[in-house]
């Protein structure tokens, strides 16, 4: 199970939610969405992708399920029936902090998406204390990353310096936003660039949630 949670809102957890998904599903595994969020940016995604469905049923399904955070507990008992459950939450989710907490124990890694300014540190290094002191396996991971602005550096070092962070930044990418008002995600277009992004955040996922790759090699 993975948890994608930030209290800062606006840094993508949605899309990087759609996209693990997608690519999860292409890589062979059984996998549904919950959607924690009061805006269901998630299941309206999902809603999207089922008109596209009944144009093109090759479009892999991707079932979403829209819930409140309230109702974590059964989230819980319906992540064993898939090979991969991921969490949308909603921001602030430290205002329900026991709940968020809970939630986020029980998850096999949380992805803890940020921006690279000041305020993005400002929000998600105390969310990251949190999580490490109640014993919670989680990393940053940055959005709409750009290496070419002076407070790149700075804001990843504070980021380092704070807990783990995923070795897969994703840029600011044309090819989210037009996918996501599809009913798609990036790896349902055939943009070489940005598949290899995605392609390679899903290898860290499924490694950090000890999901066995569908292209590894048995071991002789």
């Known amino acids: 199970m993975l948890l994608v949670a930030s209290p800062k809102g606006g840094v993508g957890k949605s899309s990087l939610c759609r996209n693990i998904l997608v690519a999860a599903v292409m890589a062979g595994a059984r996998v549904q969405g919950v959607d924690?969020?009061?805006?269901?940016?998630?299941?309206?995604?999902?809603?999207?992708?089922?008109?596209?469905r009944k144009t093109y049923p090759e479009t892999p399904e991707v079932p979403v399920l829209g819930m409140a955070l309230a109702d974590w507990r059964a989230v819980l008992r319906e992540a064993p029936r898939f090979d991969l459950t991921v969490i949308d939450t909603p921001p602030s989710i430290e205002v329900q902090y026991g709940a968020a907490v809970a939630l986020c124990q029980a998850a096999?890694?949380?992805?803890?998406?940020?921006?690279?300014?000041?305020?993005?540190?400002?929000?998600?290094t105390p969310w990251m204390r949190t999580l490490t002191e109640a014993g919670v396996p989680a990393s940053f991971v940055l959005n709409k990353a750009n290496r070419r602005v002076k407070s790149y550096e700075a804001v990843r070092t504070k980021l380092l310096k704070?807990?783990?962070?995923?070795?897969?930044?994703?840029?600011?990418?044309e090819d989210i936003h037009v996918s996501a008002g599809k009913g798609l995600a990036v790896?349902?277009?055939?943009?070489?660039?940005?598949?290899?992004?995605f392609d390679s955040l899903w290898a860290y996922v499924a490694r950090v949630v000890g999901m066995k790759m569908a292209t590894e090699a048995p071991v002789a």
């Not at 309206?44 to 596209?52: A, C, D, I």
């Not at 790896?187 to 992004?197: A, Q, V, Y």
């Open 187 to 197: 790896l349902d277009l055939s943009n070489r660039k940005t598949n290899e992004t």
């Open 108 to 124: 096999h890694h949380v992805l803890v998406p940020t921006g690279a300014t000041q305020d993005d540190v400002d929000s998600v």
């Open 36 to 52: 924690l969020d009061a805006q269901q940016t998630l299941v309206k995604w999902h809603q999207r992708r089922e008109l596209v």
């Open 162 to 173: 704070a807990g783990l962070l995923c070795p897969v930044e994703i840029p600011m990418l």
